[in-house]
């Protein structure tokens, strides 16, 4: 099951418009003393996404943004590389790479249909880049071709859930009520937004994983902390203290 590839014209189109917006809020996850993962900005020191010790990994963040989770796996001894279909988001993240004095390699590109040899990798990672801008059908299996035997692959996106209690609807946030079918879910485009999301059941994100050689290591649902707030209107943190907003997947390919 694939999507028409129109998305990746309109995505960069859209992004071009949102860049300026997280262009405003890179230093702040950049000069972050500890990662942190999602909208409710969770420590990675309580969700344990990333695996303990990155130090000499090659490391390839698929739908980088601003860069700044390659910047954290710069900082603990990995060689990351970024990839981003924004031409927009790349200029913000080598401006932060210049004022924090941490520089990697960055390319622009589909994260779908990268540049790079096969098994270049030991970890793939992507945060609301490729995993929720990119068809799952067609990322997943080149982050499967990007790894070598034995690489992992993490990445973090809208809860299910979550996903199906949103209204199509500006600043409302997810209720206690479905309001969309599980079944058949895949593309994503709200009222007033030209960009195209991507998101798919569990058991088709299951099926899909191991069809495309990995083993499936953890599923972490992400919750709003005590006090937690967050900027983004679609889900709040009395909703999401009850049901998770967001969820990380982490999967090995096979050896």
Same mark, same amino acid.
């Given at each position: 099951?694939?999507? %028409?590839?129109?998305?990746?014209?309109?995505?960069?189109?859209?992004?071009?418009?949102?860049?300026?917006?997280?262009?405003?809020?890179?230093?702040?996850?950049?000069?972050?003393?500890?990662?942190?993962?999602?909208?409710?900005?969770? %420590?990675?020191?309580?969700?344990?996404?990333?695996?303990?010790?990155?130090?000499?990994?090659?490391?390839?963040?698929?739908?980088?943004?601003?860069?700044?989770?390659?910047?954290?796996?710069?900082?603990?001894?990995?060689?990351?590389?970024?990839?981003?279909?924004?031409?927009?988001?790349?200029?913000?993240?080598?401006?932060?790479?210049?004022?924090?004095?941490?520089?990697?390699?960055?390319?622009?590109?589909?994260?779908?249909?990268?540049?790079?040899?096969?098994?270049?990798?030991?970890?793939?990672?992507?945060?609301?880049?490729?995993?929720?801008?990119?068809?799952?059908?067609?990322?997943?299996p080149e982050a499967a071709r990007l790894l070598r035997p034995g690489g992992q692959l993490?990445?973090?996106?809208?809860?299910?859930?979550?996903?199906?209690?949103?209204?199509?609807?500006?600043?409302?946030?997810?209720?206690?009520?479905?309001?969309? %079918?599980?079944?058949?879910?895949?593309?994503?485009?709200?009222?007033?937004?030209?960009?195209?999301?991507?998101?798919?059941? %569990?058991?088709?994100?299951?099926?899909?994983?191991?069809?495309?050689?990995?083993?499936?290591?953890?599923?972490?649902?992400?919750?709003?902390?005590?006090?937690?707030?967050?900027?983004?209107?679609?889900?709040?943190?009395?909703?999401?203290?009850?049901?998770?907003?967001?969820?990380?997947?982490?999967?090995?390919?096979?050896?």
């Amino acid at each position: 099951m694939t999507a %028409p590839i129109d998305h990746v014209a309109r995505n960069r189109a859209y992004w071009a418009t949102l860049a300026a917006e997280y262009a405003a809020t890179a230093d702040r996850s950049w000069s972050a003393s500890e990662p942190h993962w999602g909208i409710w900005r969770v %420590p990675d020191s309580e969700l344990r996404v990333l695996p303990d010790d990155v130090a000499g990994l090659d490391t390839i963040e698929l739908g980088c943004g601003t860069g700044y989770v390659s910047a954290w796996l710069a900082r603990r001894g990995a060689r990351p590389v970024g990839i981003d279909n924004s031409p927009e988001q790349l200029a913000t993240a080598r401006r932060m790479q210049a004022e924090h004095g941490l520089h990697f390699p960055l390319h622009l590109g589909d994260a779908e249909a990268t540049p790079f040899p096969d098994a270049s990798f030991d970890l793939a990672v992507s945060e609301y880049g490729a995993s929720i801008w990119c068809d799952p059908y067609r990322w997943i299996p080149e982050a499967a071709r990007l790894l070598r035997p034995g690489g992992q692959l993490i990445f973090l996106v809208n809860s299910t859930l979550m996903m199906l209690a949103m209204p199509e609807a500006d600043d409302v946030a997810a209720t206690d009520r479905l309001v969309r %079918p599980l079944r058949g879910m895949h593309r994503f485009t709200w009222p007033g937004n030209s960009g195209v999301e991507f998101h798919i059941s %569990p058991g088709d994100q299951l099926r899909l994983l191991r069809k495309s050689g990995f083993e499936i290591e953890d599923l972490i649902e992400i919750y709003a902390p005590e006090g937690g707030t967050t900027p983004y209107p679609f889900v709040n943190a009395t909703w999401a203290r009850s049901w998770p907003s967001e969820e990380v997947w982490k999967a090995r390919k096979w050896l």
